[in-house]
């Protein structure tokens, strides 16, 4: 069974910085799709970043581009999310998402859509004060 734990949120003032930590048990995700969604209260889940497992490709939504990297520890099975020069209206619930096992590579835009992900983490918090 495939599970997803997030860890790393927090509460952070307006320009600080976190990283975010997705450890992935019962499966090795090399040649994979995985990323990070994000959910204010009130708004809709929203792709982050997304990366190409064991590949160099990643993929970011134009709120994060330039401030957020995400990359990958295939030797730990971890994917991060590095969150710099954060603002306020990046708080939001951050899940951890994945494909499923031989589910390939990332296609066209994987942070524009969610219906890719098929396993999910249960969620860190990101909380950052003006």
Same mark, same amino acid.
């Given at each position: 069974?495939?599970?997803?734990?997030?860890?790393?949120?927090?509460s952070v003032?307006?320009?600080?910085?976190?990283?975010?930590?997705?450890?992935?048990?019962?499966?090795t995700y090399?040649?994979?799709?995985?990323?990070?969604?994000?959910?204010?209260?009130?708004?809709?889940?929203?792709?982050v970043a997304?990366?190409?497992?064991?590949?160099?490709? &990643?993929?970011?939504?134009?709120?994060?581009?330039?401030?957020?990297?995400?990359?990958?520890?295939?030797?730990?099975?971890?994917?991060?999310?590095?969150?710099?020069?954060?603002?306020?209206?990046? &708080?939001?619930?951050?899940?951890?998402?994945?494909?499923?096992?031989?589910?390939?590579?990332?296609?066209?835009?994987? &942070?524009?859509?969610?219906?890719?992900?098929?396993?999910?983490?249960?969620?860190?918090?990101? &909380?950052?004060?003006?």
């Open positions: 069974q495939v599970v997803l734990v997030e860890s790393g949120g927090g003032q307006a320009g600080g910085s976190l990283r975010l930590s997705c450890r992935v048990s019962g499966y090399n040649s994979n799709c995985m990323g990070w969604f994000r959910q204010a209260p009130g708004k809709e889940r929203e792709g997304a990366i190409n497992t064991g590949g160099r490709n &990643t993929y970011y939504a134009d709120s994060v581009k330039g401030r957020f990297t995400i990359s990958q520890d295939n030797a730990k099975n971890t994917v991060y999310l590095q969150m710099n020069s954060l603002k306020p209206e990046d &708080t939001a619930m951050y899940y951890c998402a994945a494909n499923r096992p031989g589910g390939g590579w990332c296609l066209g835009r994987p &942070t524009d859509r969610s219906g890719w992900a098929y396993y999910w983490g249960q969620g860190t918090q990101v &909380t950052v004060s003006s």
